[in-house]
């Protein structure tokens, strides 16, 4: 099982795509976040089903992957837990997808993005940061 440094907050991060999740994953590392990498829906289902005895503090995924969605898991995760919060990537977001992604209670970010943009967002959702005027709620 994985050690977690006391105090800090752990991401999970699923993406498929190998560059913009090493892209994501360093921005997360660089603003002081433990961060677990997932490949795909199915290594991220297999993480959502540990959390009761490997919890994170925060999920970052993108929504289309190879097997299950970032959205079909999330819905599988508030099954059971309702105040994780999340960040959706994609940039695939229709209004179908924008409205699911709020009813399950996920921020949406566009690709491309800025990665500052997603540092702020994911410390802001971590109440380590205090939301501005520039950036979503």
Not at 5 to 16: G, S
Not at 57 to 63: A, G, K, S, Y
Not at 79 to 100: G, H, K, L, Q, Y
């Amino acid at each position: 099982m994985f050690q977690a440094r006391p105090n800090i907050p752990r991401v999970l991060v699923a993406e498929d795509d190998r560059a913009m999740r090493a892209l994501v994953c360093l921005a997360l590392r660089r603003a002081g976040l433990e961060v677990i990498e997932a490949t795909d829906g199915t290594t991220f289902n297999a993480h959502i089903d540990r959390l009761a005895t490997d919890p994170v503090d925060l999920i970052v995924t993108d929504v289309r992957m190879p097997g299950p969605s970032g959205l079909e898991v999330l819905e599988h995760l508030r099954c059971s837990d309702a105040t994780t919060p999340v960040i959706v990537m994609t940039a695939f977001a229709d209004a179908r997808c924008r409205e699911r992604a709020q009813a399950l209670g996920a921020a949406l970010l566009d690709k491309p993005f800025e990665l500052t943009d997603l540092r702020a967002l994911a410390l802001q959702l971590l109440h380590l940061l205090a939301p501005t005027q520039d950036q979503p709620a």
